[in-house]
């Protein structure tokens, strides 16, 4: 049995609830396994303030790997321990390809979000769903041309949402597939999210674990979507929960619960937990 170091686990549909917070369940379960030793490490899509607002329940702060492994920070310090953003040329023809189909999206910087939008009344709209999923505490700029606002930033990452024309989802990712150095990857349906080339959650959690000194056989991580996929299939037990997508279910170790039943608890305490207690006797 494996003897697990380190708990990675994504955050929207995997130990967030439907309620977009970690549910009680979760936060017991994380928190037993930090009591025993294990380091619980959050690897996200998110922006890193948005992340940073669920894991005051942790003793132990581990840094914050964010924006699909771009970039990973200390979340007291603020100290950036890697980034991996995108090259200026790169943005500006990320960007034409976005305003080419008329389309919303973000840019995660290092620092704040700049948000794209026509109308003041599609600003309030955007301004109501960040509050209720993510964070109030994010810094995010509103702009309706951002090419002026990404020069001397340095760019994580942008993330495309499209609801009403799902068939330009498609389309939009043939054309982006045509920039050389960058990494394309969905977090759920009908988004999708633009990185430097490298810049994945596998590859972060490797980081991690050569500055922890943990072997990444010793690491469980959890995860629902397509951007997950690298790092469960790159440490020793990949967990996929029982909403994620079927790709994703199909290259993991295990299939847990939903999010919704707390399936990041059920696998601590029936795999990780279990297997700390045989190891040691």
């Given at each position: ?207 991690l674990s050569n500055l922890l000194n943990i072997n990444m056989e010793e690491i469980v991580a959890f995860g629902d ?51 700390l207690l045989e190891y040691n006797n």
């Open positions: 049995m494996n003897n697990y170091k380190m708990i990675v686990t994504d955050m929207d549909g995997t130990v967030l609830g439907t309620d977009n917070n970690i549910t009680e369940d979760n936060k017991i379960a994380l928190k037993k396994a930090e009591d025993m030793g294990i380091k619980v490490v959050f690897a996200t899509g998110r922006f890193h303030e948005s992340a940073k607002v669920h894991i005051d329940f942790l003793e132990e702060k581990m840094p914050i790997i964010s924006s699909n492994g771009s970039i990973i920070k200390n979340p007291i310090t603020d100290e950036v321990l890697y980034c991996n953003s995108i090259a200026q040329d790169k943005c500006i023809q990320i960007i034409d390809i976005l305003d080419k189909y008329h389309l919303k999206y973000q840019i995660y910087t290092d620092e704040i979000v700049l948000q794209k939008y026509d109308t003041e009344e599609e600003k309030q709209i955007i301004i109501d769903f960040i509050k209720k999923v993510f964070s109030d505490k994010c810094e995010i700029i509103f702009k309706k041309d951002l090419k002026e606002s990404i020069k001397n930033k340095n760019i994580l990452k942008f993330n495309l949402m499209e609801l009403d024309r799902v068939e330009l989802i498609d389309t939009v990712r043939k054309d982006l597939n045509k920039i050389d150095g960058v990494e394309i990857t969905s977090s759920w349906k009908n988004n999708l999210e633009i990185m430097a080339e490298g810049s994945t959650k596998g590859k972060a959690v490797e980081f979507n397509y951007n997950d996929v690298s790092m469960i299939e790159v440490v020793g037990t990949g967990v996929a929960m029982g909403n994620a997508e079927e790709g994703v279910k199909n290259i993991a170790d295990y299939v847990t619960d939903t999010n919704s039943e707390s399936g990041v608890a059920k696998t601590i305490d029936n795999l990780v937990f279990k297997s």
